[in-house]
């Protein structure tokens, strides 16, 4: 998960095709909150140098844009399911031995996972390995701290009075024969 300071790193390195503009707090809280917590700083980093060197800079590059770029490349490193079941062959015949159904998932996983050839096989065979600790689910994460950025209300950013008076029923242009809920004679 990145953290503020990376999240500041990436958006400085964003904003500088844009007029070094200052990165404010909502600036950096939004970032955070729309950046795919399981992406790494590099591939970030990657995804603003490859943005950039494609684009004129006329165009803003978003935390949006940087989830669908890293899915992308990741996508594009993995393993086909054809490509897996000629690797799982492959080992079938290194072991002398056909993979049971639950050796074939964790092969299946670890290298769609985009582990290595080596370390998937050792997920398949080794029940204890680490490997299966490494692509067994997890749960998300949740952002660190007294609250996490989730639970950030509109008074944190300045904005209670502006929230509240936009979404407040305006009576005036309702009408003097609106009744509230509960108020039918």
Request: aromatic share 6%; net charge negative.
């Amino acid at each position: 998960m990145i953290t503020p300071k990376q999240a500041a790193a990436i958006l400085t390195k964003i904003n500088l095709h844009h007029g070094n503009m200052p990165i404010d707090d909502f600036a950096l809280a939004t970032f955070l909150e729309e950046i795919d917590p399981h992406v790494t700083v590099d591939e970030c980093m990657e995804a603003v140098r490859s943005y950039y060197a494609q684009n004129a800079g006329d165009k803003w590059l978003t935390a949006g844009k940087i989830n669908a770029m890293v899915r992308a490349k990741r996508d594009a490193l993995r393993p086909s399911d054809w490509q897996v079941q000629e690797e799982s062959r492959q080992l079938e015949e290194v072991l002398g031995r056909v993979l049971t159904p639950d050796e074939f998932w964790w092969f299946r996983r670890a290298r769609r996972g985009l582990l290595s050839l080596e370390r998937s096989a050792r997920a398949a065979l080794e029940p204890a390995s680490e490997e299966r600790r490494l692509i067994a689910v997890k749960p998300r994460v949740e952002c660190s701290g007294s609250r996490g950025l989730s639970q950030l209300s509109a008074a944190d950013f300045g904005l209670r009075g502006v929230l509240e008076s936009s979404h407040a029923p305006n009576r005036e242009i309702m009408g003097s024969n609106t009744q509230e809920k509960g108020e039918h004679e």
